[in-house]
């Protein structure tokens, strides 16, 4: 690896943590530069996975003051999440590549559509509740849907934060900062999970993780402090125009 190589790959870290802190997709940035400087698939999808876990720590701190009062939610959602990635690591080794390059695009074109509707559907959900009480409680529907984001996120992750944005837009009613809170964390969760997987089974290239690492760090703070100020229609559209061009980049490799 050159000294130009390696300052690419860490600027790309530094991209695509910012953009995982506030909307996710930052594997969108990382592993085509990864596969265009020569990296086998496999090789690059795993040091990728490994070297935005940082990034989405230091991008969960960032958010720590909406996290306030969440403790009980972010648990009750994490071991799903973590199980999930675990699963979705496993799958990565264990089934062809053709089998999720088909299911990936509608996924995230999913995403992109509970993100558009999901205040239209909050609102009818609520006007249809006797009692006027928001929903914040975790039940099994959610968990199941978390773990299925999580299996999909241990698998690839590419905009993996979208689809977690969508479900917890449409299950739990809250402030979308405080989702995008949660969604960060839960990302770390499974990235770390599946990252610890690869860490022993798969081909890891550790000075692309560092590089990375190092990078993501740098981008999950200063998508914190980007990400804490946009209004809530500001980003929500940030949201739906990164989930678009996630598509768009699926659908076309």
């Known amino acids: ?38 990296f086998p698939p496999l090789t690059a999808n795993v040091s990728n996975g490994l070297g935005l876990v ?16 969440l403790t009980g939610r972010v648990l009750r959602l994490a071991v799903p999440t973590a199980l999930g990635g675990l699963a979705g690591a496993l799958l990565l080794f264990a089934l ?10 509608v996924l995230v074109a999913l995403a992109v559509v509970l993100v558009v ?19 914040t409680r975790v039940g099994v529907g959610m968990q199941a849907s978390v773990f299925g984001t999580g299996v999909y996120g241990g698998y690839f992750g590419a905009a993996q934060g979208v689809l977690l944005l969508g479900v917890l837009g449409i299950g739990i009613d809250d402030d979308l900062q405080r989702h995008n809170a949660v969604k960060n964390i839960l990302a ?26 190092g990078g993501s760090i740098v981008g999950g703070v200063l998508g914190a402090l980007i990400g804490r100020r946009l209004p809530p229609i500001v980003l929500r559209g940030v949201i739906v125009v990164v989930g678009l061009a996630a598509l768009v980049q699926l659908l076309l490799r």
């Open 96 to 105: 062809p590549s053709g089998v999720f390059d088909a299911v990936v695009p």
């Open 188 to 213: 770390s969760v499974a990235n770390l999970v599946s990252g610890l997987v690869f860490a022993l089974v798969a081909p890891v290239s550790w000075p692309v993780v560092g590089l990375i690492a």
């Open 54 to 69: 940082p990034g989405s720590v230091t991008g969960a701190i960032g958010y720590r003051r909406e996290l306030r009062g």
């Open 1 to 38: 690896m050159t000294l130009g190589e390696a300052a690419i790959i860490a600027f790309a870290g530094v991209w695509a943590g910012m953009i995982n802190t506030i909307v996710g997709s930052g594997t969108l940035v990382t592993f085509p530069v990864l596969l265009a400087l020569g």
């Open 117 to 135: 509707v999901q205040p239209a559907v909050a609102r009818r959900i609520a006007a249809r509740r006797p009692s006027g009480e928001p929903r």
